[in-house]
């Protein structure tokens, strides 16, 4: 775990400034503009948020300093708020490629660390600011992010820049696990992390959906070859 002193950069900027357009309408405008590169046509819901920061509940309790929080594909600032509201004293960066989302997201929390850039972006983003690695990965990317090799190699990335104690959340909808997407990405997530488990099925979402929770990082001589699973 990260052991970072707390200075006022470690603190989420609280949900305050220039009030942002709602967040179902931004949403809606930017799923009509790129279906394929926006997880969702409305923002996760609470219950979504709280399954996907225990992690960070769970490592409050052992953690020396504030943890290091990366978050992918921060949209509007669903997870954004519930990390907030868990533990304000964390190192956030968060990484957002859509132009239009990542300024909704500065307007609503002023000063936050965000990447206007790729997800790929996240270990020269940590290496940038002097961080080892990540405590916690939450990611709010839609499937089209982990498509093919760039997708395997992104799970890589995330599992290589994890703390070996640390977690990375992903969710996807119910419906949809099935689906050889989401069969593929829960391949790539066994072979790339000891454990993965699943939530049970978060109803108060729209649609319904489920977290994986990957843990124990693979060292890279541990890694199994793809196609083994």
Do not use: K
Request: include cysteine; charge should be positive; glycine fraction near 6%.
């Amino acid at each position: 775990m990260s052991t970072l002193e707390p200075t006022a950069e470690t603190v989420l900027p609280p949900d305050v400034g220039r009030r942002p357009r709602p967040d179902a309408w931004v949403f809606i405008r930017e799923f009509a503009r790129a279906p394929l590169r926006t997880a969702s046509v409305v923002p996760s819901s609470p219950a979504l948020a709280a399954r996907m920061v225990q992690p960070l509940r769970r490592s409050a309790r052992q953690h020396p300093g504030p943890p290091v929080v990366v978050e992918l594909g921060p949209g509007t600032g669903a997870f954004t708020a519930a990390l907030r509201a868990s533990a304000p004293e964390i190192r956030y960066l968060g990484i957002e490629l859509n132009p239009r989302m990542a300024d909704h997201l500065a307007a609503r929390f002023t000063g936050i660390d965000l990447v206007r850039g790729p997800a790929s972006c996240l270990p020269r983003a940590l290496a940038e600011r002097g961080l080892a690695a990540a405590d916690l990965v939450l990611s709010g990317l839609p499937w089209q992010a982990f498509a093919g090799t760039a997708g395997t190699d992104l799970v890589a990335a995330i599992a290589a820049n994890l703390a070996p104690s640390g977690a990375y959340t992903q969710f996807t909808y119910s419906w949809t696990r099935w689906a050889p997407p989401g069969r593929r990405q829960h391949r790539d997530l066994q072979r790339f992390f000891e454990r993965v488990e699943l939530s049970p099925t978060v109803w108060g979402n729209l649609p319904p959906a489920v977290v994986y929770t990957a843990t124990a990082p693979r060292r890279v001589v541990d890694i199994p070859p793809a196609g083994s699973r």
